[in-house]
């Protein structure tokens, strides 16, 4: 299925040489990658996989974000790193946000340095741009052009901040037109989800410490 176009808005042109020409939804609908894009302030790429244990706990945490902030705030970009098809199909069926087909998130994702060591795999094109050396991996980026704010955008994502107080962190660094102050009152109520997480800090909270082995290695 293929999504309708976009209210008019921000193009996000730049967003094809990322990700490719299509993106998808959790409902299995598709569209041109700029389209599915188009007026989003901030675009997360959330390098991930279902043999990450850390990449478990910290999807609960970025969901809440992504929920509690309006649509055209934050949209992120899910980037399968080594899944098996049926593993690919359920974390991009389960989650709010859009994803990279399954062909495409193989070419561009990470791969472990194991695998490409034992059997000479590259490092996929999209993984090796950021740097990426460990899972969970967060890339934020401006909606408008593309220019990557931030690396370690999983870092900034703590449990005992509200929704609003992440994305200014990253909004900050946008340019102003790109930018727009939010209203308070809404954004603060909607920042009930990540303060409620805040109780499960203990479990959900990540070192910045990268280390071998279910940390992406």
């Known amino acids: 299925k293929m999504a309708s176009r976009s209210p008019a808005g921000t193009d996000a042109a730049w967003a094809e040489e990322v990700f490719g020409k299509v993106l998808c939804r959790s409902d299995g609908v598709c569209g041109k990658t700029s ?3 188009r007026g989003k302030e901030l675009v997360a790429t959330y390098f ?3 043999w990450c244990g850390y990449c478990r706990r910290f999807s609960p945490l970025l969901e809440a974000l992504y929920r509690g902030l309006p649509p055209d705030k934050l949209e992120v970009v899910y980037v399968a790193c080594g899944d098996t098809p049926s593993e690919f199909e359920y974390n991009t069926t389960s989650k709010p946000w859009l994803y990279v087909p399954y062909e495409t998130s193989q070419r561009i994702g990470y791969v472990r340095r194991s695998i490409r060591e034992g059997s000479g795999m590259a490092q996929g094109t999209l993984a090796a741009k950021h740097g990426i050396e ?7 980026m ?4 593309g220019g990557v704010i931030t690396t370690e955008g999983r ?6 901040l509200t929704p609003l107080q992440i994305y200014s962190q990253w909004a900050t660094a946008l340019p102003s037109a790109n930018a727009a102050h939010p209203s308070s009152g809404a954004w603060w109520q909607a920042g009930g989800a990540l303060v409620a997480l805040g109780l499960l800090g203990s479990v959900f909270r990540l070192g910045s410490a990268r280390t071998d082995g279910s940390r992406g290695r």
Request: proline share 9%.
């Open 35 to 37: 389209e599915m894009l």
């Open 48 to 50: 991930s996989a279902s």
């Open 134 to 140: 460990a899972l969970p991996s967060l890339v934020v």
């Open 142 to 145: 401006g909606g408008r052009d």
């Open 155 to 160: 870092l900034d994502v703590n449990p005992n």
